[in-house]
C-alpha cells in the first residue's frame, strides 16, 4: 500500500515545485515591473538648478542673457534683460538698433521652461510682445533661445516637434518667420545644438492677420541624461511695421505612461493569485 501511494505523492511533489518556479518567476517580474514604474513615475536622472540663455539680434546688433552664473546675471541686467540666477525665466523690454520691444509693463520678449520637466511635456518657449521697426528700412530680427537642466520626461528616446505663431499688428506687405527648435543631450545652452525639428514658415498678410504652423510629425531625439531644449526664429521686420509672435519646442514621452504600466502591474498580480489558487487546489 506505502508503494502504491509512492507515486501520487511524487507527482504531487513536482506539481508543488513546478508551482513555487512559476510562482517565483512572477515575483522576480513584478519586482522588475516596479522598478521600471519607478523610473518613469519619478524620472530618469535627478534634476538640478535649471539655467536659461536668450539672444536677441537685429542686423548687426546682438544683445544676451545667460543666467547660469552671478557674472551672467550682471551682465544681463546691464544689457536690460530681467532675470535671476539660474531660473527658467528671462525678460526684455527696451530698444535694439532701431527696432522696440514692447513698452511700459509690457515684456518686449519673454523666454520660459517648465524646468525639470513634468511626466507629460518638457518645453521652452519665447513670447515677442508688439516689436516695432522704428526706422525707415528693412530690418532682419533674430531672436535665439535655450532652456536646459530638463530630467523629465522620462526615457529615452523622446518625440520632438516645434510649433510657432505671427501677427501683423501693423504692416503694408507680406512677412515671414522662420523657426527650428532643437532637442540638445550635451544640455548646453547653445541655441542650435543637436536633435532639429523645422516648422513650415509662417507668412503673414498685410494687418490686421495671423498665421500659425507646428511641425508636421515629431522626430524622435535620444537623450542619456539631463537634457536642454533651444529654438532659433528670425523674420525681417519691414520699416514701420509692428509685430507679435511666439514659438515652442518641446517634447513628449513615447514609452507607456505609469498609468498604463500599473494597469499591466495589476494584470500580472492577478496572474499571480490566480497561480497560487491553483497550488493549494493541487
Known sequence: MRGARA??????????????RSEASMKRLLGSLGLAFG??????????????FLSIQVAATTISCNNSTAAGVIACTAAGFDTTLNSNLISFTGNVAGVSFGGGVIAGVQLSGNQPG????????DTKTTVTNTTGGNLAVTVSFASNNF?????????????????AVN?????SQNFTGY???????????GTARTTPTCTVNPSPFSCATNSPSPVLFARAGNFALSGVESFTLLANSTVNGHATVQ???TVPEPASILLLGTGLIGMARTLRRRKQNA
Do not use: C
Open 7 to 20: 507515486g501520487p505523492q511524487q507527482g504531487t511533489s513536482k506539481q508543488n515545485e513546478h508551482f513555487r
Open 39 to 52: 523610473v518613469v513615475a519619478f524620472g530618469y536622472t535627478p534634476s538640478a538648478e535649471a539655467a536659461s
Open 118 to 125: 513634468t511626466s507629460a511635456q518638457a518645453f521652452s518657449t
Open 151 to 167: 530630467s523629465l520626461p522620462a526615457g529615452s528616446p523622446l518625440n520632438l516637434s516645434a510649433s510657432q505663431g505671427f501677427e
Open 171 to 175: 504692416s503694408t506687405a507680406n512677412m
Open 183 to 193: 532637442g540638445d543631450a550635451s544640455n548646453s545652452l547653445v541655441p542650435a545644438t
Open 251 to 253: 517634447v513628449t514621452p
